[in-house]
Protein backbone atom coordinates (compact mmCIF):
# COMPACT_ATOMS: atom_id res chain seq x y z
CA UNK A 1 0.00 0.00 0.00
CA UNK A 2 3.00 2.55 0.79
CA UNK A 3 4.32 1.37 -2.17
CA UNK A 4 1.30 2.72 -4.31
CA UNK A 5 0.36 6.04 -2.58
CA UNK A 6 4.49 6.70 -3.30
CA UNK A 7 3.89 5.99 -6.68
CA UNK A 8 0.96 8.14 -6.65
CA UNK A 9 2.68 11.06 -5.34
CA UNK A 10 5.61 10.76 -7.75
CA UNK A 11 3.16 10.69 -10.73
CA UNK A 12 1.47 13.76 -9.43
CA UNK A 13 3.47 17.30 -11.23
CA UNK A 14 6.07 19.12 -8.77
CA UNK A 15 5.63 22.79 -8.85
CA UNK A 16 8.62 24.33 -9.87
CA UNK A 17 10.92 26.32 -7.62
CA UNK A 18 9.72 29.97 -7.58
CA UNK A 19 12.17 31.87 -8.98
CA UNK A 20 12.80 35.41 -8.37
CA UNK A 21 14.08 38.38 -10.67
CA UNK A 22 17.70 38.97 -10.70
CA UNK A 23 16.26 42.69 -8.21
CA UNK A 24 14.34 40.93 -6.24
CA UNK A 25 17.23 38.42 -5.83
CA UNK A 26 19.64 41.42 -4.80
CA UNK A 27 17.22 43.47 -2.50
CA UNK A 28 17.03 40.22 -0.65
CA UNK A 29 19.97 39.88 0.28
CA UNK A 30 21.01 43.48 0.12
CA UNK A 31 17.74 43.82 3.34
CA UNK A 32 19.56 41.25 5.47
CA UNK A 33 21.97 43.28 6.05
CA UNK A 34 20.66 45.94 8.67
CA UNK A 35 23.15 48.51 8.64
CA UNK A 36 23.08 49.00 5.15
CA UNK A 37 19.44 49.44 4.67
CA UNK A 38 19.56 52.15 7.92
CA UNK A 39 22.21 53.74 5.77
CA UNK A 40 20.14 53.66 2.40
CA UNK A 41 17.67 55.53 4.55
CA UNK A 42 19.83 57.67 5.47
CA UNK A 43 21.08 58.47 2.21
CA UNK A 44 17.68 58.86 0.80
CA UNK A 45 16.79 61.43 3.66
CA UNK A 46 20.56 62.98 2.96
CA UNK A 47 19.07 63.47 -1.27
CA UNK A 48 15.47 64.82 0.09
CA UNK A 49 16.80 67.16 2.19
CA UNK A 50 19.83 68.47 -0.28
CA UNK A 51 17.03 68.46 -3.63
CA UNK A 52 14.76 70.15 -1.51
CA UNK A 53 16.78 72.67 0.61
CA UNK A 54 15.04 76.02 -0.75
CA UNK A 55 12.02 74.88 0.55
CA UNK A 56 12.91 73.11 4.24
CA UNK A 57 15.22 75.69 5.45
CA UNK A 58 13.20 78.26 7.59
CA UNK A 59 15.63 80.58 6.47
CA UNK A 60 17.78 82.26 3.78
CA UNK A 61 21.68 80.68 4.77
CA UNK A 62 23.01 84.32 3.72
CA UNK A 63 20.24 85.97 6.14
CA UNK A 64 21.53 88.14 8.67
CA UNK A 65 20.16 89.46 11.98
CA UNK A 66 22.99 91.61 13.88
CA UNK A 67 21.02 91.98 16.53
CA UNK A 68 20.57 88.56 17.18
CA UNK A 69 24.05 87.22 17.22
CA UNK A 70 25.44 84.18 18.65
CA UNK A 71 21.89 82.76 20.11
CA UNK A 72 21.13 79.86 22.06
CA UNK A 73 19.26 77.45 20.41
CA UNK A 74 15.56 78.23 20.65
CA UNK A 75 12.12 77.54 18.43
CA UNK A 76 12.85 80.44 16.32
CA UNK A 77 16.61 79.32 16.01
CA UNK A 78 16.82 75.00 16.70
CA UNK A 79 20.62 75.37 16.30
CA UNK A 80 21.31 79.40 17.27
CA UNK A 81 22.97 82.28 14.90
CA UNK A 82 26.42 81.98 14.28
CA UNK A 83 28.42 85.59 15.07
CA UNK A 84 26.25 87.51 12.56
CA UNK A 85 23.20 86.35 13.02
CA UNK A 86 22.56 83.28 10.33
CA UNK A 87 20.37 80.67 11.82
CA UNK A 88 22.59 77.36 11.82
CA UNK A 89 19.77 75.04 11.40
CA UNK A 90 19.17 76.35 7.79
CA UNK A 91 22.71 76.44 6.89
CA UNK A 92 23.10 72.73 8.05
CA UNK A 93 19.84 71.74 5.64
CA UNK A 94 21.79 74.12 2.87
CA UNK A 95 25.01 72.56 3.27
CA UNK A 96 23.15 69.42 1.86
CA UNK A 97 22.80 70.99 -0.97
CA UNK A 98 26.10 72.03 -1.23
CA UNK A 99 27.45 68.10 -0.38
CA UNK A 100 24.67 67.26 -3.09
CA UNK A 101 26.39 69.06 -5.70
CA UNK A 102 30.24 68.62 -4.89
CA UNK A 103 29.92 64.84 -4.08
CA UNK A 104 28.42 63.07 -6.83
CA UNK A 105 29.55 65.36 -9.38
CA UNK A 106 33.32 65.18 -8.62
CA UNK A 107 32.79 60.90 -7.84
CA UNK A 108 31.30 60.87 -11.29
CA UNK A 109 33.96 62.53 -13.72
CA UNK A 110 36.68 60.57 -11.48
CA UNK A 111 34.48 56.96 -12.10
CA UNK A 112 34.48 58.34 -16.25
CA UNK A 113 38.28 59.43 -15.96
CA UNK A 114 39.35 55.74 -14.36
CA UNK A 115 36.69 53.43 -16.39
CA UNK A 116 38.58 54.97 -19.39
CA UNK A 117 42.18 54.66 -18.69
CA UNK A 118 41.39 51.64 -16.32
CA UNK A 119 40.51 49.96 -19.14
CA UNK A 120 42.56 51.45 -21.73
CA UNK A 121 45.22 49.96 -19.30
CA UNK A 122 44.14 46.29 -18.91
CA UNK A 123 43.05 46.19 -22.37
CA UNK A 124 45.56 47.34 -24.76
CA UNK A 125 48.19 46.77 -22.16
CA UNK A 126 52.11 47.70 -23.53
CA UNK A 127 53.38 51.65 -23.50
CA UNK A 128 49.58 52.25 -22.64
CA UNK A 129 49.53 50.66 -19.45
CA UNK A 130 52.86 51.53 -18.52
CA UNK A 131 52.18 55.22 -18.80
CA UNK A 132 48.89 55.42 -17.01
CA UNK A 133 49.90 53.01 -14.28
CA UNK A 134 53.35 55.45 -14.28
CA UNK A 135 50.57 58.18 -13.38
CA UNK A 136 48.57 57.01 -11.21
CA UNK A 137 51.43 55.80 -8.95
CA UNK A 138 52.71 59.58 -8.88
CA UNK A 139 49.48 60.33 -7.88
CA UNK A 140 49.68 57.49 -5.30
CA UNK A 141 52.63 58.64 -3.63
CA UNK A 142 51.03 61.88 -2.07
CA UNK A 143 48.29 61.63 0.46
CA UNK A 144 45.37 61.96 -1.57
CA UNK A 145 44.04 64.81 0.80
CA UNK A 146 46.88 66.89 0.66
CA UNK A 147 47.17 66.10 -2.44
CA UNK A 148 43.61 67.75 -3.13
CA UNK A 149 44.26 70.23 -0.90
CA UNK A 150 47.70 71.64 -3.02
CA UNK A 151 45.86 71.46 -6.25
CA UNK A 152 42.73 73.69 -4.65
CA UNK A 153 44.84 76.13 -3.15
CA UNK A 154 47.17 77.09 -6.06
CA UNK A 155 43.66 76.84 -8.86
CA UNK A 156 41.37 78.72 -7.06
CA UNK A 157 43.62 81.83 -6.56
CA UNK A 158 44.33 82.07 -9.93
CA UNK A 159 41.25 80.51 -11.17
CA UNK A 160 39.35 83.08 -10.11
CA UNK A 161 41.74 85.77 -10.70
CA UNK A 162 41.40 84.76 -13.96
CA UNK A 163 37.73 84.95 -14.51
CA UNK A 164 37.68 88.61 -12.71
CA UNK A 165 39.50 89.58 -15.39
CA UNK A 166 36.80 88.56 -17.83
CA UNK A 167 33.03 91.18 -16.91
CA UNK A 168 30.82 88.75 -17.91
CA UNK A 169 32.59 85.91 -15.59
CA UNK A 170 32.13 88.23 -12.34
CA UNK A 171 28.89 86.86 -11.18
CA UNK A 172 30.05 83.50 -11.49
CA UNK A 173 32.64 84.16 -9.38
CA UNK A 174 30.78 86.40 -6.75
CA UNK A 175 28.00 83.75 -6.34
CA UNK A 176 30.71 81.46 -5.67
CA UNK A 177 30.55 78.88 -8.61
CA UNK A 178 34.19 78.86 -8.79
CA UNK A 179 34.92 77.78 -5.53
CA UNK A 180 32.42 74.57 -6.42
CA UNK A 181 34.14 74.32 -9.91
CA UNK A 182 38.01 73.83 -8.35
CA UNK A 183 36.67 71.22 -5.31
CA UNK A 184 35.24 69.24 -8.01
CA UNK A 185 38.43 69.42 -10.37
CA UNK A 186 40.54 68.66 -7.24
CA UNK A 187 38.62 66.03 -5.68
CA UNK A 188 38.37 64.27 -9.35
CA UNK A 189 41.85 64.55 -10.18
CA UNK A 190 42.67 62.68 -6.70
CA UNK A 191 40.16 60.00 -7.30
CA UNK A 192 40.51 58.47 -10.65
CA UNK A 193 43.82 56.52 -9.81
CA UNK A 194 42.30 54.08 -7.63
CA UNK A 195 39.42 53.20 -9.63
CA UNK A 196 41.57 52.65 -12.73
CA UNK A 197 43.46 50.64 -10.91
CA UNK A 198 40.47 48.32 -9.96
CA UNK A 199 38.84 48.23 -13.45
CA UNK A 200 42.17 47.79 -14.79
CA UNK A 201 42.65 44.48 -12.62
CA UNK A 202 39.15 43.01 -13.33
CA UNK A 203 40.10 43.73 -17.57
CA UNK A 204 43.08 42.23 -17.25
CA UNK A 205 41.41 38.92 -15.94
CA UNK A 206 38.62 38.99 -18.15
CA UNK A 207 40.34 39.20 -21.01
CA UNK A 208 41.76 36.31 -21.02
CA UNK A 209 38.37 34.57 -20.70
CA UNK A 210 37.28 31.95 -23.82
CA UNK A 211 34.16 34.76 -24.96
CA UNK A 212 36.52 37.61 -25.21
CA UNK A 213 39.12 35.41 -27.51
CA UNK A 214 35.62 34.09 -29.60
CA UNK A 215 35.31 37.65 -29.72
CA UNK A 216 38.41 38.85 -30.80
CA UNK A 217 38.58 35.96 -33.14
CA UNK A 218 35.39 36.86 -35.52
CA UNK A 219 36.84 40.62 -35.74
CA UNK A 220 34.90 42.35 -32.80
CA UNK A 221 36.11 45.84 -32.92
CA UNK A 222 38.24 46.48 -29.50
CA UNK A 223 35.69 49.69 -27.94
CA UNK A 224 32.73 47.36 -28.85
CA UNK A 225 34.81 44.23 -26.54
CA UNK A 226 35.61 47.09 -24.01
CA UNK A 227 31.77 48.38 -23.93
CA UNK A 228 29.78 45.55 -24.48
CA UNK A 229 31.65 42.29 -22.80
CA UNK A 230 34.31 43.75 -20.77
CA UNK A 231 33.14 46.58 -18.80
CA UNK A 232 29.42 44.84 -18.09
CA UNK A 233 31.13 42.05 -16.22
CA UNK A 234 33.29 44.30 -14.41
CA UNK A 235 31.34 46.84 -12.43
CA UNK A 236 30.29 45.16 -9.62
CA UNK A 237 33.25 45.88 -7.60
CA UNK A 238 33.11 49.84 -9.38
CA UNK A 239 30.01 49.92 -7.87
CA UNK A 240 30.98 49.41 -4.01
CA UNK A 241 33.93 51.72 -4.72
CA UNK A 242 31.52 54.17 -5.93
CA UNK A 243 29.26 53.96 -2.80
CA UNK A 244 32.47 54.44 -0.58
CA UNK A 245 33.67 56.94 -2.26
CA UNK A 246 30.76 59.23 -1.99
CA UNK A 247 31.00 59.17 1.81
CA UNK A 248 35.27 60.00 1.47
CA UNK A 249 34.03 62.68 -1.05
CA UNK A 250 31.57 64.44 1.41
CA UNK A 251 34.59 64.47 4.23
CA UNK A 252 37.21 65.06 1.82
CA UNK A 253 34.71 68.55 0.47
CA UNK A 254 34.30 69.61 3.95
CA UNK A 255 38.30 69.32 5.18
CA UNK A 256 38.53 71.43 2.10
CA UNK A 257 36.44 73.87 3.56
CA UNK A 258 37.59 73.83 7.12
CA UNK A 259 41.07 74.82 5.82
CA UNK A 260 39.64 77.63 4.34
CA UNK A 261 40.37 76.37 0.76
CA UNK A 262 37.51 74.86 -0.53
CA UNK A 263 33.44 76.33 -0.48
CA UNK A 264 33.46 80.05 1.99
CA UNK A 265 30.73 81.85 3.12
CA UNK A 266 28.09 82.83 2.32
CA UNK A 267 27.78 79.69 0.45
CA UNK A 268 26.75 76.65 3.12
CA UNK A 269 29.17 74.11 3.92
CA UNK A 270 29.18 71.73 6.66
CA UNK A 271 32.91 72.15 7.19
CA UNK A 272 33.08 76.16 6.73
CA UNK A 273 30.57 76.01 9.72
CA UNK A 274 32.66 73.92 11.75
CA UNK A 275 35.74 76.35 11.45
CA UNK A 276 33.41 79.46 11.43
CA UNK A 277 32.36 78.38 14.56
CA UNK A 278 34.98 76.51 16.92
CA UNK A 279 36.07 79.84 18.24
CA UNK A 280 33.45 80.59 20.06
CA UNK A 281 32.58 76.78 21.79
CA UNK A 282 32.69 78.54 25.15
CA UNK A 283 30.10 80.39 24.43
CA UNK A 284 26.27 78.47 25.11
CA UNK A 285 25.40 78.08 21.51
CA UNK A 286 28.62 76.81 20.02
CA UNK A 287 29.11 73.40 21.36
CA UNK A 288 25.43 73.18 18.70
CA UNK A 289 26.76 74.89 15.99
CA UNK A 290 29.80 72.78 15.97
CA UNK A 291 28.77 69.05 16.67
CA UNK A 292 25.55 69.71 14.24
CA UNK A 293 27.83 69.74 11.07
CA UNK A 294 30.71 67.12 12.71
CA UNK A 295 27.79 64.27 13.54
CA UNK A 296 26.05 65.02 10.04
CA UNK A 297 29.36 64.81 8.25
CA UNK A 298 30.48 61.49 10.32
CA UNK A 299 26.80 60.06 10.30
CA UNK A 300 27.01 60.43 6.54
CA UNK A 301 30.16 58.74 6.03
CA UNK A 302 29.58 55.98 7.95
CA UNK A 303 26.07 55.67 5.97
CA UNK A 304 27.89 55.65 2.48
CA UNK A 305 30.22 52.70 4.09
CA UNK A 306 27.30 50.67 5.60
CA UNK A 307 25.58 50.87 2.32
CA UNK A 308 29.21 49.87 0.21
CA UNK A 309 29.28 46.83 2.48
CA UNK A 310 25.66 45.68 1.54
CA UNK A 311 26.77 45.93 -2.25
CA UNK A 312 29.25 44.10 -1.64
CA UNK A 313 27.11 41.34 0.23
CA UNK A 314 24.55 41.42 -2.11
CA UNK A 315 26.59 41.49 -5.43
CA UNK A 316 28.84 38.87 -4.66
CA UNK A 317 26.86 36.55 -2.72
CA UNK A 318 29.11 33.65 -2.98
CA UNK A 319 32.33 35.78 -0.86
CA UNK A 320 30.04 36.97 2.16
Known sequence: MAEIVASTRSAIPQEPPRRYSPMAEFWQRFSQNVLAVLGLLIIIAFLFVGLFAPWLAPYSHTDQDLANTEASPSLAHPLGT????????????W?????????????????????????????????????????????????????????????????????????????????GYAEFFVVIAALSLVGWPGIARIIRGQILTLREQPFIEAAQAVGVPSWRILTHHLLPNA????????????????????????????????????????????????????????WAPGLTVGVLVFAFNFVGDGLNEALNPRRS
Open 235 to 290: LTPIIVSLSMGMGGAILAESTLSFYGIGIQPPTASWGAMIINNFQFWRTPSAPWMV
Open 95 to 175: GARTALIVAPTSVIIGLTLGLLLGSAAGYFGGWVDTIIMRISDVLFAFPGLLFAMLIASTLQPRIESWLLSIEAAKPFVRS
Open 82 to 93: DRVGRDQFSRLI
